[in-house]
């Protein structure tokens, strides 16, 4: 038995453009609840959150019977938590602050297996092979890993096409919100400056035969951001709309 599809893998090489939405809340029951909304994909963010690896497993148990497909953006480019998650059963992984094509050869080699790099072998009693169900996991998992890159401050930017130039690098996200910062504008993702190096890395992206990422919570940037060329695009934050929803009946209902 191989190691499961990655169907987000196989949108992403055929060019079609999938919705997602971001989980921040850390909880199993939120996550659940996300996983029946029918969004293509949804990312656990393990960099912005207090997760441990065992917060990480839950979330992707939360998933199991989901259609939307489990997302991990790691907390930091190590070898030890790349491991752990992909042990855990994430094959789609999500690296932040990556910013030299060196980063990027040595994630290829982290989450590979021998000979094709020095991912550790300990599948067969871990969640990512059932606890031994699937035999052939050990020969079949590199062909389902999908590697995605967070490319996000001026330091990245700079570096792209090198980084672009790694093979098995599946998909760059660009993050607004750091590289706003970067560039020296705090807070403003939709500065014109902002905005015109985020649709040109979209371009060499594409051009480089890989998929562009990005986080959008309006319904107009995440139009614009689809017109740019985005192809993986995640549409909110489960934090921010269990927020804004409160809110906003607290806004229409208080006397």
Known sequence: ????????????????????????LGDPLATEIAGTAGFD???IDGEHTPYDISR????????????????VRVPFSETWILKQVLDA?????????????????????????????SR???????????????IDYGTTADEQICL??????CAGIAALDDILAVD????????????????GFMGQIEHPEVQAVIKNAFSRIKAAGKAPGVLSTTSDMTQDMIDAGAQFVATGVDLQLLANSLRSLVTKWQR
Not at 148 to 153: C, S
């Open 89 to 117: 059963g994430a094959q789609t992984i999500l690296v932040p602050m990556v910013e030299t094509a060196e980063q990027a050869n040595r994630l290829v080699n982290d989450v590979s297996y021998p000979p094709a790099g």
């Open 56 to 71: 990480i497993r839950m979330q992707l148990m939360a998933l199991e019977a989901s259609s939307s497909h489990a997302a």
């Open 1 to 24: 038995m191989p190691a499961p599809h990655n169907q987000f893998k196989t949108a992403l090489k055929n060019g079609e453009i999938i919705i997602g939405c971001w989980l921040s």
């Open 148 to 153: 995605l890159v967070q490319v996000e401050n």
């Open 168 to 183: 098995r690098i599946d998909g760059v996200f660009i993050g607004p919100a750091d590289l706003s910062a970067d560039m």
């Open 120 to 134: 550790g072998v300990g599948y067969a009693g871990a969640r990512c092979s059932r606890f031994g169900e699937i």
């Open 41 to 43: 994909w949804l990312l």
